[in-house]
C-alpha cells in the first residue's frame, strides 16, 4: 500500500521531469552525493517533530535499530557532521520512506522520490537563501505546471510572535505545527486546537490571529519592523531585518511578483532555524477543475542551522539552507495532463529500425544493425528470419521510431541502404 510501479510510459515521464530539476541544480553549480537508503535510528529522532511517528523503523540481524531514511536533509547534515565538511553546494534524488496514510490521488505515497538542493557553509545573510527561492521559481517556470505562488517566513519572526503573544516557548514547536495548517483549514479550527488541544488560552490565540493571517511583500515587513511589539523582540527583529535584505535580492531576480511574505507559513519540521519556503500551485481555472484540486504544495525548504551540529562530537556548526522539490505532486500533475491531451509519449529512443523487404536477408540486417550499434545509433530490429515489411513499417508507427534503414537485394547488389522517414514516406538511398 502507497507503493506503485511505472509502466514504461510513466517512467519516460518520470525521466524528463527528474532530468529538468537535476538540469536546474546543474545549472546552479551543485554537485551530487548519495547516501545510504537506511539509517540508524537514534540519526533520525527527534529531528521532524510531531511527524516522528512516520518513520519507517527496522531491526537487524545483530540488535542495531535501523529505519529509513525520511527525507534526504538529515543524512545530508549528518554525512557533513561524519567527513567534516565546512562548506557543499550539493543536490541528491533518491527515494525516501514514511509510514503515513496514503492518498496516490493527490501523489502521496509512502515511498517516493525528493529533489534536493542545499547550500552548506558560512555566507553573508540570505544570499545563498535568494538563490534557493530562484531556483524554485525556475523550476516551476520551465516545466509550465501554471500560476503558482512561494511564500516565504521565517522561523525567528515566527517565534517572536509567539512571544509578544505569551505563548510559553516550550510550546513554540507545538504551536508551530498547528499554525502550519492554516493552509488547509479556516483559522476558526487552527484558533480551537491551540485553546483545546495545545492548552493555550483564548486570548493568547486571538492574539496570534491577529498576525498569522497577514501577508503581503516589502510593506508588510516595514509595517511589522514599525509593530510596537514585535520591535522589541530580539528574535524577531533580526527575523524581519533578514526578510527585507532578502526581498531587495529577490527584486533583482526580478521574481516578487511570485513571492508573498506568509505569517502562517510555519512548516512543521523541527530543524528550521531562520528563513522557510514553500510553494504552491493556485487552482487552474479549466475544465479539469476537479483533477487539479488539493495539489497544494510543490516545493518546500528553508534554513537549518543547527542541525549538522547536532550530528558533530564537538557540536561545530556548518550554516545550510535548502530546497526539496514534491516531484511526486509535480508527477501527478503531468500525469494527468498527458492523460487528458491524449498525447502518446515515446518510451524509447529509438532512433531507426533495420528492415528487410525480402526472405533470408537476417544476415545483412545482423550485420548492417551491429555497425549501427557499434556507432553510437540506437537501433532496433524485429526478432522474426522474415518479417514483412509492412509489420516493420508498422512498428515504426507503433512506437514512434522515425526512421527505417532498409536493405534488399537490390540494396546488397548497389552496396547502399535505403533510408525510409516513416512518417513522410520519403525514401533516400545512400
Same mark, same amino acid.
Given at each position: ?23 536546474? $541544480? ?7 552525493? =548519495? ?93 545563498? =537563501? ?7 521559481? !525556475?523550476?516551476?517556470? =520551465? ?28 510550546? $513554540? ?68 531585518? =533578514? ?9 533583482? $531576480? ?23 519556503? !514553500? ?11 476537479? !483533477? ?104 515504426? !508507427? ?33
Amino acid at each position: 500500500q502507497g507503493t506503485r510501479d511505472h509502466p514504461p510510459a510513466q517512467a519516460a515521464l518520470r525521466e524528463r521531469l527528474l532530468g529538468a530539476v537535476v538540469s536546474c $541544480f546543474k545549472r546552479h553549480g551543485a554537485a551530487a552525493i =548519495d547516501t545510504p537508503v537506511l539509517e540508524l535510528r537514534e540519526t533520525l529522532m527527534g529531528k521532524y517533530g510531531e511527524d516522528t511517528k512516520l518513520i519507517y523503523e527496522l531491526q537487524d540481524q545483530g540488535g542495531e535499530l535501523l529505519a529509513l531514511r525520511y527525507d534526504l536533509t538529515v543524512p545530508f547534515a549528518r554525512y557533513l557532521a561524519m567527513n567534516k565538511v565546512n562548506n557543499m553546494k550539493r543536490y541528491h534524488v533518491a527515494k525516501v520512506y514514511r509510514r503515513d496514510n496514503p492518498a496516490t490521488t493527490r501523489g502521496r505515497y509512502r515511498e517516493f522520490y525528493q529533489c534536493d538542493f542545499d547550500i552548506a557553509g558560512q555566507f553573508d545573510p540570505m544570499i545563498p =537563501d535568494a538563490e534557493c527561492l530562484k531556483i524554485v521559481h !525556475e523550476i516551476l517556470s =520551465d516545466l509550465q505546471l501554471g500560476d503558482f505562488v512561494i511564500k516565504v517566513n521565517d522561523r525567528r519572526i515566527l517565534n517572536g510572535v509567539f512571544a509578544v503573544c505569551g505563548v510559553p516557548e516550550n510550546k $513554540f514547536i507545538t504551536a508551530c505545527s498547528t499554525v502550519d495548517k492554516l493552509d488547509k483549514v479556516p483559522w476558526e479550527e487552527v484558533r480551537s486546537e491551540m485553546v483545546g488541544e495545545k492548552g493555550l488560552s483564548p486570548e493568547v490565540a486571538d492574539r496570534i490571529g491577529e498576525y498569522v493571517q497577514l501577508h503581503g511583500g516589502l510593506d508588510l515587513i516595514e509595517r511589522l519592523l514599525q509593530d510596537p511589539k514585535l520591535s522589541q523582540n530580539k528574535l524577531a527583529k533580526e527575523g524581519l531585518g =533578514d526578510m527585507k535584505l532578502l526581498f531587495e535580492y529577490l527584486t533583482l $531576480f526580478g521574481i516578487t511578483g511570485k513571492i508573498s511574505f506568509d505569517l502562517s507559513l510555519a512548516r512543521g519540521l523541527d530543524y528550521y532555524t531562520g528563513v522557510i519556503f !514553500e510553494a504552491v500551485l493556485l487552482q487552474q481555472e479549466n475544465e479539469h477543475v476537479e !483533477e487539479l484540486v488539493g495539489v497544494g504544495s510543490v516545493a518546500g525548504g528553508g534554513r537549518y542551522d543547527g542541525l549538522v551540529g547536532m550530528f558533530d562530537p564537538k557540536g561545530r556548526k556548518v550554516p545550510c539552507v535548502g530546497v526539496s522539490i514534491g516531484i511526486e505532486r509535480i508527477f501527478s500533475i503531468l500525469e494527468q495532463r498527458l492523460e487528458a491531451s491524449g498525447e502518446k509519449l515515446r518510451t524509447t529512443e529509438t532512433q531507426v529500425l533495420v528492415a528487410t523487404p525480402q526472405k533470408h536477408l537476417l544476415a545483412a540486417r545482423l550485420k548492417l544493425i551491429s555497425e549501427l550499434w557499434d556507432a553510437g545509433i540506437k537501433a532496433e530490429m524485429l526478432y522474426k528470419k522474415d518479417p514483412k515489411l509492412l509489420k516493420q513499417l508498422q512498428y515504426c !508507427e507503433d512506437t514512434g521510431i522515425p526512421l527505417a534503414a532498409i536493405v534488399g537485394e537490390q540494396e546488397l547488389a548497389d552496396g547502399v541502404v535505403k533510408l525510409r522517414d516513416v512518417s513522410t514516406r520519403e525514401e533516400v538511398r545512400m
